[in-house]
């Protein structure tokens, strides 16, 4: 298991950007696959992107495609979310999330994922 800690969210103009990170405490980090997830007011948590135990293999939901970049550094026990031309619908509190992995495979349903973060807020608003 690992614990998560999600850091960078705040209050950004439309068009602006962000970088989100995620620090993870535990061993076994090279061998999880990360995800990061958002849920805004009143609707349920989505995902927004995938890394598989490098950044070899990464996989996005289609409305931030282009737009956010997910990473991650295993030296640092760090995965990343580089979020630009931010939108008013981005607007939400924004979770890292892992999973142990044999495969490496990245995946972008919520229930596989076991350990999360308590998230972050992020705030699309001029």
């Known amino acids: 298991q690992v614990q998560l800690v999600e850091s960078g969210g705040g209050l950004v103009q439309p068009g602006g950007s962000l970088r989100l990170s995620c620090a993870a405490s535990g061993r076994s980090f090279r061998s999880y696959i990360m995800g990061w997830f958002r849920q805004a007011p009143d609707k349920d948590r989505e995902f927004v992107a995938s890394?598989?135990?490098?950044?070899?293999?990464?996989y996005y939901t289609d409305s931030v495609k282009g737009r956010f970049t997910i990473s991650r550094d295993n030296a640092k026990n760090t995965v990343y979310l580089q979020m630009n031309s931010l939108k008013a619908e981005d607007t939400a509190v924004y979770y890292c999330?892992?999973?142990?992995?044999?495969?490496?495979?990245?995946?972008?349903?919520?229930?596989?994922?076991?350990?999360w973060g308590q998230g972050t807020r992020v705030t699309v608003s001029s």
């Open positions: 890394i598989s135990w490098t950044d070899f293999w990464t």
């Open positions: 999330a892992g999973r142990l992995s044999t495969s490496g495979t990245p995946s972008s349903t919520i229930t596989e994922y076991t350990d």
